[in-house]
Nanobody
Framework: QVQLVESGGGLVQPGGSLRLSCATA????????IGWYRQAPGKERELVAA????????HYADSVKGRFTISRDNPKNTVYLEMNSLQPADTAVYYC????????WGKGTLVTVSS
């Protein structure tokens, strides 16, 4: 059974940093790309960053380029999102997503950027 479990969210002041983790199980992690998405209150869910199975290719939304870094540890079956210079506009629930025959989502972790 595929499982995606996000962690690491919390309350942070503008300009601060957080590192999110998405621990996975139930599939061969090293074979698949995986992505981070977010959904802010009243807005649609959007892609934040994605990474290829071998970490050679990454993609970022324009709004986070230069501030966020996606990475993965294949032996640990985990993908990370390092978030720096956080802004109130980054406040959202952050999800990891895996595409197999169907899409799998975690339950998300809330990031709140506020002073």
């Amino acid at each position: 059974q595929v499982q995606l479990v996000e962690s690491g969210g919390g309350l942070v002041q503008p300009g601060g940093s957080l590192r999110l983790s998405c621990a996975t199980a139930g599939f061969t992690f090293s074979r698949y790309p995986i992505g981070w998405y977010r959904q802010a209150p009243g807005k649609e869910r959007e892609l934040v960053a994605a990474i290829s199975n071998d970490s050679r290719t990454t993609h970022y939304a324009d709004s986070v380029k230069g501030r966020f870094t996606i990475s993965r540890d294949n032996p640990k079956n985990t993908v990370y999102l390092e978030m720096n210079s956080l802004q109130p506009a980054d406040t959202a629930v952050y999800y990891c997503k895996l595409n197999l025959a169907i899409a799998y989502w975690g339950k998300g972790t809330l990031v709140t950027v506020s002073s």
